[in-house]
């Protein structure tokens, strides 16, 4: 069984508890989550148990009376059971935990939409 993370609407990765011997898993491990819940575009895939998301968002210029889109990219770690489901160009939800490590605090819990094909 999937530990209940206690997040309303995220449903636990379909995959047997042992399957996954990730320690830093919300699901399966023992690191929790709390404080921020964000969402991004996954961007970058590339090292191990990390993905890179990116977090688009619109800041108003006062002085042009527009908007100008700007965007920041965030680690997070990525858990050996969810590892298989998560492609680069999926939006993801993301949670705050500890910190895993030195860029990392911050851990994929669900596939929102998958990206273009
Ligand atoms: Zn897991």
Excluded: W
Aim: glycine share 8%.
């Amino acid at each position: 069984m999937s530990k209940n993370i206690g997040i309303p609407g995220v449903v636990p990765p379909k995959v047997k508890p042992e399957e996954c011997k990730d320690l830093s898993c919300p699901f399966h491990g023992k690191t929790r989550i709390r404080g921020k819940i964000t969402q991004g575009i996954v961007v970058s895939k590339k090292s191990k148990n990390t993905v890179i998301i990116r977090r688009d968002y619109v800041q108003f210029i006062r002085k042009y009376q527009r908007y100008e889109r700007r965007n920041t990219r965030l680690a997070c770690h990525l858990t050996e059971c969810l590892s298989n489901e998560i492609e680069i160009g999926d939006l993801v939800r993301v949670g705050e935990s500890r910190k895993i490590s030195k860029t990392k605090a911050f851990i994929v819990l669900e596939k929102i939409t998958g990206g273009a094909v």
